[in-house]
């Protein structure tokens, strides 16, 4: 059956500094990957998706992924955080016609 | 604009007293999904529609029912809803991008 893991409940980072969120994930066939983010008391936006192809992902708001197949990995990852980041993030796996899977989410908090 | 809505946002009723969300969706997706969010457990899907006529059960899908007649609107049921069905509820749709697009969410409470 699918999963996703992430490790972290909750991170806290200065504004500023750099950012890598964990996610790993058990799929029998090749995933969709996907990173949404969900602002307090707000729905769930989409920041970027891996298909195929190359496993560097560029999304909105500046942040990036990248799948790694051997580790089952797709961990998300930002140079510079803001405080407009602060937010809870979900990690998610499915493919067309299938479950669609989320994580149990990571709770950023943003330091000033 | 492109947008899921969700009717209504927030509902109090008690145990065993039948009620409906309703979702729609103006993008004509084929693909549509109930998701419910409870703390440290993400979004569970519940029920899933690929198109017309065609659900399936996702991850939690005891104590609910959908229905598809129309492709725009998938509506959730709770027959006989029970205080552990208290949670915020999503709906989805999904383009062939593989792109979700959630709506506002409603806030159910179960006394």
């Known amino acids: 059956a699918q999963s996703v893991t992430q490790p972290d409940i909750h991170i806290t980072v200065s504004e500023g500094a750099s950012l890598e969120l964990r996610c790993n994930y058990s799929y029998g066939a090749t995933p969709y990957l996907f990173w949404y983010v969900q602002s307090p008391g707000q729905g769930l936006q989409l920041l970027l998706k891996y298909f195929s192809g190359d496993t560097l992902v560029q999304g909105i708001k500046g942040f990036e992924a990248e799948f790694k197949r051997s580790q089952s990995s797709f961990n998300l990852r930002k140079p510079s955080v803001h405080w407009s980041d602060a937010a809870e993030y979900f990690c998610a796996v499915g493919n067309y016609g299938q479950n669609f899977v989320f994580g149990p989410g990571t709770r950023l908090s943003v330091l000033p | 604009e492109a947008q899921v809505t969700q009717n209504p946002r927030y509902l109090i009723t008690v145990t065993g007293k039948k009620l409906t969300v309703t979702c729609s969706q103006n993008m004509n997706h084929e693909y549509m999904s109930w998701y419910r969010q409870d703390p440290g457990l993400g979004l569970r899907q519940i029920y899933y529609?690929?198109?017309?006529?065609?659900?399936d059960k996702g991850d939690v899908p005891e104590g609910y029912k959908v229905s598809r007649k129309e492709k725009r609107n998938f509506p959730l049921i709770l027959e006989s809803p029970s205080p552990n069905q208290t949670s915020l509820y999503f709906c989805?749709?999904?383009?062939?991008?593989?792109?979700?697009?959630f709506g506002p969410g409603t806030r159910l409470l179960v006394l």
């Open positions: 529609s690929m198109n017309v006529e065609v659900t």
């Open positions: 989805a749709s999904r383009d062939y991008q593989e792109t979700q697009y």
